[in-house]
């Protein structure tokens, strides 16, 4: 009887691999993400030097290549060992990392319909214990080649140029943009 009950308590085990190994939505990216400045081309040092840390800035929101048809939006409990909100109409992922979190929270990621590449992240306010990444596919966006882009950070309504109440770093790959953020609020992909 107790070998049947190991049997089957590895074979438990084993379906459960199985299973979770298999999801389509991970709850954690098959590679490092979380780390900007891993693999990727790196921030834009010159407009990140004279723009980084200036309130009040007006910033042109980059656009869509294609507009979003409807608002997106997506909803996750996430708690201390961090998680994984996929937005893929819009093309963005946002990775918490184990520790951002002390508790179980529901967070919810909102793309206004339109062109803009802009987000509303809740709970408004919610301050991370570690840098969360925001990952915006740019192959989905209007770019223009020699346009520095930057991340920031606003509030109220996404508009075609909104005023940053912070500037952020944008580090680049060949297909997408990554900005690091430590509380939830409103963020753009901008030029300046």
Excluded at 28 to 34: F, G, R
Excluded at 98 to 126: D, K, M, N, Q
Excluded at 127 to 155: C, H, M
């Amino acid at each position: 009887m107790h070998r049947f009950r190991s049997l089957l308590g590895v074979f438990t085990v084993g379906v459960l691999v199985l299973v979770a190994g298999c999801d389509d939505a991970p709850f954690a990216p098959h590679e490092d993400l979380s780390d900007p400045e891993a693999g990727l081309l790196g921030a834009q040092d010159d407009l990140a030097e004279e723009l980084l840390g200036l309130t009040g800035a007006e910033v042109t929101v980059l656009e869509r290549a294609e507009p979003l048809a409807r608002t997106e939006t997506a909803s996750r409990t996430i708690g201390s060992w961090g998680g994984v909100i996929r937005l893929p109409e819009a093309g963005l992922t946002v990775l918490v990392p184990r520790g951002a979190l002390r508790s179980r929270t529901s967070i919810t990621v909102t793309a206004p319909a339109g062109a803009l590449v802009g987000y509303h992240f809740e709970p408004h306010g919610l301050e991370f214990r570690r840098p969360v990444t925001l990952v915006q596919d740019i192959t989905l966006t209007s770019l223009l080649n020699g346009r520095a882009l930057l991340g920031a950070y606003f509030q109220g309504p996404l508009e075609p140029t909104v005023t940053a109440l912070e500037i952020l770093p944008l580090y680049l790959t060949q297909s997408s943009g990554a900005i690091r953020i430590d509380h939830f609020s409103g963020y753009v992909i901008a030029t300046n």
